[in-house]
């Protein structure tokens, strides 16, 4: 484990009551979830063991129909609307970072904070080691998805909706629905829909070739040739995708480096950064239906133990070869702050090692 050089003796000092062996860092109380989780395996990912298809039990389904408008938009004040692109200025976690054991629980395979606009690790636990994305792979999804498609355009839910594996989170699409490509994208990021991110899939292939008659599986094939192709062009060196929902494969697998160019990258999308920003979202298909999604990120819950009020957003993910797993963002001291934790065995314990990473950026503050 590695802390940036210039602050690691305060920082050790200062935060070993911070140490994993400490209870959740949350604030009041603790209360019961807003979401809840079905049965996971709570096995520590050490690499990507070769298991195509194995079943994805991600985030549980937490879509209620409503026709109340319960929506919450979550932004900071301070923050800027947008973040200056710098996702070809990520630097590379350094061999000669100072190693100093400040988090030792809970027990994961990698865990990472990223401070953006210093372009710099702030600390590094395993960030090159592969792993499996899991439903963190719905950001490059909803990025390549907005490479072909506006926010406003209109999508009709089709029969690729036989291809979403069985036991996947969803956002209770049905064939047939009309919505926006946002409302789509709210689906698919709130409510962690893989039926949501087949649709996206079909929709941004089609629409890239529409001269070609693409059968649902020749669409998704295309999607993820255009998802390996922007992973590229934004420097996750060490990723390949095989997939638009994260459902494990031995072909699918990223490194936290590379999620922290993937966050980078899309938190600089105003609709991106919006959507998984928010706790909750009423919405109304334009075919007629409605539905309430609520954001599967325990970050973003007021009524959670995990709420933090400086989160603004991006994704969660669960499957049995990414453990649980969480990618999130912050707006901390006038700075934007990524983390990226996984292989976690408990869905709590991603969010606690969290928070203990995020309180790392305390001491940097003071250090510098």
């Given at each position: 484990m590695k802390i940036k050089g210039c602050f690691a003796v305060i920082v050790c000092s200062m935060l070993m009551l911070t140490s994993c062996a400490s209870g959740h860092i949350s604030k009041g109380a603790a209360s019961s979830e807003g979401n809840t989780y079905p049965a996971e395996s709570s096995q520590n990912v050490e690499s990507i063991e070769p298991s195509s298809h194995s079943q994805l039990s991600d985030e549980a389904v937490s879509s209620e129909y409503s026709i109340e408008d319960s929506s919450q938009n979550r932004s900071d004040d301070n923050a800027e609307d947008s973040i200056e692109d710098s996702s070809d200025e990520i630097s590379e976690p350094s061999e000669s970072s100072t190693v100093v054991e400040i988090i030792e629980a809970p027990s994961c395979s990698t865990a990472v904070l990223y401070c953006v606009e210093d372009g710099s690790f702030l600390y590094d636990d395993n960030s090159e080691k592969r792993i499996a994305p899991a439903s963190i792979t719905k950001l490059l999804t909803a990025a390549v998805l907005l490479r072909q498609m506006n926010p406003d355009d209109i999508v009709t839910v089709g029969t690729e909706l036989s291809l979403v594996n069985e036991g996947s989170s969803v956002c209770w699409l049905s064939e047939g629905n009309i919505l926006t490509v946002r409302d789509l994208l709210t689906g698919m990021l709130l409510n962690s829909g893989n039926d949501a991110a087949y649709t996206a899939a079909v929709s941004a292939a089609r629409k890239a070739y529409p001269e070609k008659e693409l059968s649902d599986e020749e669409a998704v094939s295309v999607f993820c040739g255009m998802m390996n192709?922007?992973?590229?062009?934004?420097?996750?060196?060490?990723?390949?995708?095989?997939?638009?929902?994260?459902?494990?494969?031995?072909?699918?697998?990223?490194?936290?480096?590379?999620?922290?160019?993937?966050?980078?990258?899309?938190?600089?999308?105003?609709?991106?950064?919006?959507?998984?920003?928010?706790?909750?979202?009423?919405?109304?298909?334009?075919?007629?239906?409605?539905?309430?999604?609520?954001?599967?990120?325990?970050?973003?819950?007021?009524?959670?133990?995990?709420?933090?009020?400086?989160?603004?957003?991006?994704?969660?993910?669960?499957?049995?070869?990414?453990?649980?797993?969480?990618?999130?963002?912050?707006?901390?001291?006038?700075?934007?702050?990524?983390?990226?934790?996984?292989?976690?065995?408990?869905?709590?314990?991603?969010?606690?090692?969290?928070?203990?990473?995020?309180?790392?950026?305390?001491?940097?503050?003071?250090?510098?």
């Open positions: 192709e922007l992973a590229g062009e934004i420097g996750m060196s060490d990723s390949h995708f095989s997939d638009p929902d994260g459902w494990d494969d031995a072909e699918h697998y990223v490194t936290s480096a590379d999620l922290v160019r993937l966050s980078a990258y899309v938190l600089q999308d105003p609709v991106i950064r919006e959507i998984t920003g928010l706790h909750q979202k009423y919405v109304e298909f334009v075919s007629g239906e409605s539905v309430t999604w609520t954001n599967t990120n325990s970050l973003l819950d007021p009524d959670s133990s995990f709420y933090c009020d400086e989160a603004i957003g991006l994704k969660t993910g669960t499957t049995d070869n990414a453990g649980c797993c969480l990618a999130a963002a912050f707006i901390k001291n006038g700075k934007t702050y990524i983390t990226v934790v996984s292989g976690c065995g408990e869905s709590d314990d991603r969010y606690e090692l969290t928070l203990k990473l995020l309180a790392l950026a305390d001491g940097a503050a003071q250090a510098a």
